[in-house]
């Protein structure tokens, strides 16, 4: 007999959840509107910033956060090797360079202790990325930023409701969220920009809709990078629950922690201090020292019928597209962490007997 399958994300949305996102299709209005507005203004407080800007997907979030700073062509900002591919290429369609970082070995994130060594004349932004559910060291980060009048963009994609010491990430620089379905909160698709600064919060509010200041009036060469009012009424629905899948993920996290702990060659991620970890992604290492190798362990899973997903595969630099623009990096953390690392399940849709067949899975393997 077949075991039921266990996907590796799976959005927990509830029937209630459809009668704003009912009630919003009838009535026709469905482009930017009401419901995006107000979307924006919760988002924002939850955050902790000013501003909230909704967008189409996170990718649009970090393409317009960067082209709102006013970069130029052959401007450099530093950024994560280790993440998924729209971190970087955000950067490179704003027309700037993107600059590679080794990571930290436990966090995934960038390592502050390499930043400067990379900071040249024509640095004039770090983009971290809160990788997994994790904040990057962002006092660190801060601090670099200050002295080299660095700007500070915070790709938070995957780390809706993380905190480092007192503050959400996203609301230290300018913030970046994806809502894709695989994320903690869920509009089917996407996204949204945070900040404290007004003036980029309005220059983002005109570059997304084709650069228009007024109606008709287009000052600046912008895009169609609005959320629509469908996304919205989910956003709202599903920014109220975001405290509760995260701690959902986080009591998952703890049982597969302890499982993994028990298992010679594998390794749990690592919780740094000063924050918390809101674990969009469950991603332990397979060590030589582990009996299988990675491909044998991922097999044996999906045999199982629980699904994996490796996260991520090659360093950016190493993209068939960044080896054509010239990419020649070799950053030995990274390199080790795309051939060891391996992500479970861990999302809130979870059931208890399905978490205890995955660590079942794994002491037995």
């Known amino acids: 007999m077949l075991k039921e399958f266990i996907p590796m994300s799976k959005p927990l949305i509830y029937e209630n959840d459809l009668n704003l996102l009912s009630k919003t299709i009838l009535s026709g209005k469905l482009a930017y509107g009401e419901l995006a507005f107000e979307f924006e203004k919760a988002f924002a407080r939850y955050i902790g910033t000013s501003h909230a800007v909704s967008v189409s997907s996170g990718t649009s979030a970090l393409h317009l956060a960067i082209l709102a700073c006013g970069f130029n062509k052959g401007d450099e900002i530093i950024t994560s090797p280790f993440s998924f591919i729209a971190?970087?290429?955000?950067?490179l369609h704003s027309n700037a360079t993107p600059v590679f970082v080794d990571i930290d070995p436990v966090s995934y994130n960038l390592d502050p202790k390499l930043i400067e060594s990379k900071i040249n004349a024509r640095t004039k932004a770090i983009l971290g990325v809160h990788l997994f559910g994790q904040a990057f060291d962002i006092s660190e980060?801060?601090?670099i930023c200050k002295r080299y009048n660095l700007v500070l963009l915070?790709?938070?994609c995957q780390s809706h409701g993380a905190h480092y010491q007192s503050k959400k990430v996203g609301s230290f620089g300018v913030g970046c969220f994806s809502f894709y379905p695989t994320k903690n909160m869920t509009t089917g698709e996407g996204g949204m920009i945070t900040t404290s600064d007004k003036s980029i919060a309005d220059r983002c509010r005109i570059l997304r809709n084709q650069g228009q200041e007024s109606r008709y009036y287009h000052t600046m060469l912008g895009h169609n990078y609005r959320m629509d009012e469908i996304k919205a009424s989910l956003g709202l629905t599903q920014l109220k629950r975001l405290n509760h899948f995260n701690r959902k993920r986080d009591e998952n996290a703890k049982v597969l922690t302890k499982a993994v702990n028990e298992i010679s060659g594998l390794i749990s991620p690592g919780a740094l201090p000063d924050?918390?970890?809101?674990?969009?992604q469950?991603?332990?290492?397979?060590t030589p020292a582990?009996?299988?190798s990675r491909n044998e362990l991922i097999a044996y899973l999906e045999d199982n019928g629980i699904g994996c997903a490796v996260h991520y595969p090659l360093p950016i630099?190493?993209?068939?597209i960044y080896k054509e623009l010239g990419y020649k990096d070799w950053l030995p953390?990274?390199?080790?962490?795309?051939?060891?690392v391996l992500s479970l399940p861990v999302h809130p849709s979870i059931t208890c007997r399905q978490l205890n067949r995955i660590t079942q899975a794994l002491l037995s393997a």
């Open 87 to 91: 971190s970087a290429n955000a950067i």
């Open 141 to 143: 980060v801060e601090d």
């Open 333 to 340: 953390v990274a390199e080790q962490a795309a051939i060891e």
């Open 290 to 292: 582990y009996k299988l």
């Open 154 to 156: 915070e790709d938070a």
């Open 317 to 320: 630099y190493k993209q068939p």
């Open 275 to 280: 924050r918390n970890h809101v674990y969009n």
């Open 282 to 286: 469950f991603t332990i290492r397979v």
